[in-house]
């Protein structure tokens, strides 16, 4: 069988994951903040081309910052990786989330489930979807979430399909009502299976409105470029006529996480689908712009959505 390099990548991620997370689910919590201190600072003398790259990429989104802002960037993002593997693994073995975990605004997300027209979650990439998938499940309105078979991994090769991505996703599986995945030859059955989800359980739906997947796309403002945003949170919003909230999970420090989850898009439903749409991005791409500038290190630098700059 030949391996690529997102598979060789996909398996040594899956050795980290479970390492740290078997670390984590033998050992008192008290534990976890000396470990991850140790592996922090050995990851950022030894990966220091990787930081170095998060330095560069921070510039061109936040150009006025220093490069001692940057650089104390590229560390809490590197923090944030390795206590997201730990927080990843520790799903394999237990069920939970082994950092401390606070929710702001679960207010709104009972006020939009109150108008009984189920709910869609327009999720941020930070830290990932499980703290919010507990969250959601604690206030009694288990999750739905479209994701990919191999979400979070380098390769669709049959390794990372097979072997890695069901134990590395493992803790996100558990904390969710159901896991959609998204097809990507056309076929548009995940599209029902949401639907019935939000129309007839009156249920949570949560999809990711900042990457780079989606057959449709529209464009927006974000950090003094141009990005394009995929349509299908506010389109599965428009044509139930659920409340559209957008929601991202971030770091306030070492193992202390919070969900936050915001006020509903206010978008008019007057408007036909594409003027809809259109508007509902805008908002969600000035959400996004402000949360990035508020909290860079939560945000994965390295993979962030592209965004055209115009020449001019």
């Not at 479970?18 to 003398?45: E, I, N």
């Not at 869609?120 to 739905?144: C, D, K």
């Not at 019935?196 to 464009?219: A, C, F, L, W, Y």
Request: some cysteine; aromatic content about 6%.
């Amino acid at each position: 069988m030949r391996y690529d390099k997102g598979t060789a990548a996909d398996v040594g991620k899956l050795f980290v994951t479970v390492g740290l997370g078997a670390t984590a689910a033998v050992t008192p919590r008290a534990f976890h903040r000396t470990l991850l201190s140790g592996l922090g600072a050995a990851g950022s003398r030894v990966r220091r081309k990787e930081l170095d790259a998060v330095v560069d990429i921070a510039h061109d989104w936040l150009p006025k910052s220093s490069v001692q802002q940057r650089k104390a960037i590229a560390v809490e993002m590197r923090a944030l990786r390795i206590e997201h593997a730990l927080c990843r693994g520790y799903g394999i073995f237990r069920q939970g989330w082994p950092a401390r975990l606070t929710v702001s605004g679960a207010e709104h997300l009972r006020e939009a489930h109150a108008e009984g027209r189920g709910v869609v979650m327009w999720v941020m990439s930070f830290i990932e979807s499980t703290p919010f998938n507990l969250a959601a499940r604690a206030e009694g309105y288990p999750v739905t979430h479209l994701t990919t078979g191999t979400h979070g991994l380098a390769s669709t090769g049959i390794v990372s399909r097979r072997l890695v991505a069901p134990l590395v996703l493992r803790g996100e599986r558990r904390s969710q009502g159901h896991r959609v995945i998204l097809s990507t030859n056309g076929d548009l059955n995940y599209m029902r299976e949401l639907l019935s989800v939000v129309k007839n359980e009156r249920g949570t739906v949560s999809i990711r409105g900042d990457t780079q997947r989606g057959r449709h796309k529209v464009e927006a403002p974000f950090l003094g470029a141009v990005a394009a945003f995929p349509t299908g949170a506010p389109s599965l919003a428009y044509r139930t006529g659920a409340p559209l909230l957008t929601t991202a999970t971030i770091r306030r420090g070492p193992l202390d996480h919070e969900v936050i989850i915001d006020r509903p898009v206010s978008v008019a439903r007057d408007l036909d689908r594409a003027a809809f749409q259109h508007a509902a991005i805008q908002e969600f791409a000035a959400r996004l712009e402000q949360r990035t500038l508020e909290y860079p290190g939560s945000r994965p630098w390295l993979s962030v959505m592209a965004a055209r700059r115009d020449e001019s």
